[in-house]
Nanobody, 115 residues
Framework: QVQLVESGGGLVQPGGSLRLSCAAP????????MAWYRQGPGKQRELVAG???????NYADSVKGRFTISRDTAKNTVYLQMNSLKPEDTAVYYC?????????WGQGTQVTVSS
């Protein structure tokens, strides 16, 4: 059973920052595209950012310039640095590892942006 372990969520004020982490097994991390998704209250799950094994990245328009996805090969971990957070960023954030062979999801971590 492949397990993606997420951490770093919490409560933050508007304009604040958080960094999410997702640790994956080395067999997955080295070969899969890693991505962060989110699902806000009453909304569908949406792609936030993705990164390939070659560190090519893509972002949702709503987070460009505020969020940065990165990967640390030595730690088999992908990060999502979130700056200038807005109330509309409030959601459960999920880590996903995907390839032609299939996809795996983390359990999700709650991010709440509120004053």
């Amino acid at each position: 059973q492949v397990q993606l372990v997420e951490s770093g969520g919490g409560l933050v004020q508007p304009g604040g920052s958080l960094r999410l982490s997702c640790a994956a097994p080395v067999s997955i991390f080295s070969r899969y595209v890693m991505a962060w998704y989110r699902q806000g209250p009453g909304k569908q799950r949406e792609l936030v950012a993705g990164i390939t094994s070659f560190s090519s990245t893509n972002y949702a328009d709503s987070v460009k310039g505020r969020f940065t996805i990165s990967r640390d090969t030595a730690k088999n971990t992908v990060y999502l640095q979130m700056n200038s957070l807005k109330p509309e960023d409030t959601a459960v954030y999920y880590c996903k590892a995907s390839s032609f062979a299939g996809a795996y999801w983390g359990q999700g971590t709650q991010v709440t942006v509120s004053s």
